[in-house]
């Protein structure tokens, strides 16, 4: 019996080696190895044959798949082959999805039945995670969605703490592989589960630590390798990116209205023209607010009676700081007798958007008498004043304003009791200033009195 056991290890095939796979792995049934795909050169994989005990000229060496008794490759021992570690390929198609039996089945010229070695198996995955794309470029295959909410409004603390919830699905999804998610830049990575390979679809929940940068085009992609190391692709290898506006870390605003520091009246809601701003060069509009912080850009906007004026813009240098604009005074003479709203935007450091802030609705108290624009003939050689039924001797002035350039004329009496009075544009105004955008307007004084000067509102043109 003894001498029985020994001749049968001495006649033992060994099972096939394949260079180049994987092993050791962990599946589910117990796989030897694996063979990736990049094994397979011209549809062929190669495999290599151990010389076996007592090999002799003519054996013959079969290779097995599967249940099948039909042989996919064969090698004759030949003198190049005699007692010396031979190879044999077979083509990749007929290997199938998941687990493969390998075995070796030798007929020996002195033996007169086969050996055939214990199976090897061989797992195998085809097609690859995602399916074969031709190709490169985003791989269509890889599909990502994301809430809508996070699309459309981005992502702030309370979302990522919240959590996002990414939904990842593609082709041939299969327990073990591994989905890299890039994160901007940083990739985190999970491992597909029977339960999730069963449904096609993986939910991976991102949080606080995953946005770990605020960046207003965040992106999101994913690709994919299995167990094997077959990726997805083979160029097509990232999904399509998706691109959300992170701002965890970004101040909350809360953009308090402006002030205006001459409107006194009302809660800072009425401006007396008179008495507080007759004689002014300029309004100030005072800005403070809360999450103000270094590199935030704000800009002043006066929507006035017919036009909106945008300050230039100033940088933001220390937390909490208070930033004054100056409003030019023509701005406040064209709202006399109106209203204006005046609002500011923050743009904060590295991105495009401007935030509004609440507005302030201002009131400017009007004169003792209501003078609208002038009006311009088409040779802008004729200014025509307008005034209503006045009491007592009038004298009219007229001026045109160009960049930080004001032209006063002489003053001349009005006609009365008409309700208008011609005023001769001076010649040497208009041609130095051609092209350029300027603002007529006249004055009222009443003659022999102290009485304000009325002022009117602005024609605006281009000269």
Do not use: C
């Amino acid at each position: 019996m003894a001498n029985q056991n020994n001749d049968s290890q001495l006649l033992k095939i060994d099972p096939v080696k394949i260079p180049g796979w994987v092993s050791p792995i962990e599946h589910p049934q117990n796989a030897d190895g694996g063979v990736p795909l990049v094994l397979v050169a011209g549809g062929l994989i190669r495999i290599l044959v151990d010389p076996w005990t007592n090999q002799s000229l003519e054996d013959s060496a079969q290779l097995l798949l599967n249940e099948s008794q039909t042989i996919v490759a064969t090698q004759i021992i030949g003198p190049t082959q005699l007692n010396q570690p031979f190879s044999m390929s077979f083509a990749a198609s007929l290997l199938r999805d998941g687990i493969n039996l390998l075995r070796l089945r030798v007929a020996r010229i002195t033996q007169p039945m086969p050996e055939t070695s214990e199976p090897l198996r061989v797992l195998f995955h085809t097609p690859r995670p995602g399916g074969e794309i031709a190709g490169g470029g985003d791989n269509p295959n890889l599909l990502k969605a994301l809430p809508a909410d996070v699309i459309t409004e981005g992502i702030d603390a309370a979302r990522a703490a919240q959590g996002v919830a990414a939904r990842l699905s593609y082709v041939y999804m299969r327990a073990g592989d591994v989905i890299t998610v890039d994160l901007d830049g940083r990739n985190i990575q999970h491992t597909v589960t029977e339960a999730q390979a069963a449904v096609g679809q993986v939910v991976i929940t991102l949080t606080t630590n995953d946005f770990w940068q605020d960046n207003a085009r965040f992106a999101l992609r994913f690709r994919v390798t299995d167990l094997l190391g077959n990726s997805s692709g083979p160029q097509a290898i990232w999904s399509a990116t998706t691109y959300v506006d992170v701002h965890i870390r970004r101040p909350v605003l809360d953009l308090l209205a402006p002030t205006v520091l001459e409107a006194r009246d009302a809660n800072g809601t009425v401006l007396n023209f008179v008495r507080d701003f007759y004689a002014a060069q300029y309004a100030t509009v005072e800005v403070k607010y809360t999450g103000s912080a270094p590199r935030q850009s704000v800009k002043v906007y006066w929507i006035g009676r017919n036009t909106t004026y945008a300050s230039e813009v100033q940088i933001v240098t220390a937390v909490g700081q208070t930033l004054q604009f100056r409003i030019p005074r023509e701005e406040v003479v064209d709202t006399v007798g109106s209203s204006a709203k005046v609002y500011y935007t923050v743009r904060l450091p590295d991105t495009t958007e401007d935030r509004p802030s609440k507005p302030l609705n201002i009131t400017i108290t009007g004169q003792r008498h209501h003078l609208p624009e002038p009006t311009l003939n088409a040779a802008k050689d004729n200014l025509r004043t307008y005034y209503p039924t006045l009491d007592g001797t009038y004298k009219v002035r007229i001026s045109l304003t160009v960049e930080t350039i004001r032209y006063d004329s002489e003053e001349f009496f009005i006609t009365q009791p008409s309700s208008y009075t011609d005023v001769v544009v001076p010649s040497s105004w208009i041609p130095p200033n051609r092209g350029k955008p300027g603002l007529f307007n006249y004055t009222l004084r009443k003659t022999g009195t102290g009485e304000p000067i009325i002022f009117s509102w602005y024609l605006r043109v281009t000269l």
